[in-house]
């Protein structure tokens, strides 16, 4: 089975087109370097918990929506050294992400499916 990386990130709601120009230059970085899927998800429908919800698990403030993406690798093993060599690639050395993406509040980790059912 493959080899999933998931990521929820605050982005200003403002800074939809940048973020997406952001992600249209990075995807193609990480599939060169082994990632078979990139898919980024603008927050449409996300509601507000009592408890929980994707907001507070990134203490996304006023103006802020949230990201849902995920990277699919043939492995974990492909999927640690293609991230290395993609943070690595010159072509991040000059690239600005300015205020778009705020990494501290960012949630990222690794995912070994469990089920992958198609319709």
Request: aromatic fraction near 14%.
């Given at each position: 089975?493959?080899?999933?990386?998931?990521?929820?990130?605050?982005?200003?709601?403002?800074?939809?087109?940048?973020?997406?120009?952001m992600a249209r230059?990075?995807?193609?970085?990480?599939?060169?370097h082994g990632a078979?899927?990139?898919?980024?998800?603008?927050?449409?429908?996300?509601?507000?918990?009592?408890?929980?919800?994707?907001?507070?698990?990134?203490?996304?403030?006023?103006?802020?929506?949230?990201?849902?993406?995920?990277?699919?690798?043939?492995?974990?093993?492909?999927?640690?050294?293609?991230?290395?060599?993609?943070?690595?690639?010159?072509?991040?050395?000059?690239?600005?992400?300015?205020?778009?993406?705020?990494?501290?509040?960012?949630?990222?980790?690794?995912?070994?499916?469990?089920?992958?059912?198609?319709?």
């Amino acid at each position: 089975m493959t080899y999933i990386e998931g990521f929820i990130i605050p982005v200003k709601a403002d800074n939809r087109a940048e973020y997406e120009a952001m992600a249209r230059f990075a995807a193609p970085i990480f599939i060169e370097h082994g990632a078979l899927q990139v898919v980024e998800n603008w927050g449409d429908d996300l509601p507000k918990g009592k408890h929980t919800d994707f907001f507070m698990a990134v203490n996304a403030g006023e103006g802020e929506n949230v990201v849902f993406s995920w990277m699919i690798w043939p492995s974990k093993e492909v999927r640690d050294v293609g991230n290395a060599a993609a943070i690595a690639d010159p072509r991040f050395e000059n690239f600005d992400f300015g205020d778009t993406v705020d990494g501290k509040r960012m949630i990222f980790g690794g995912f070994s499916p469990i089920l992958d059912m198609k319709g």
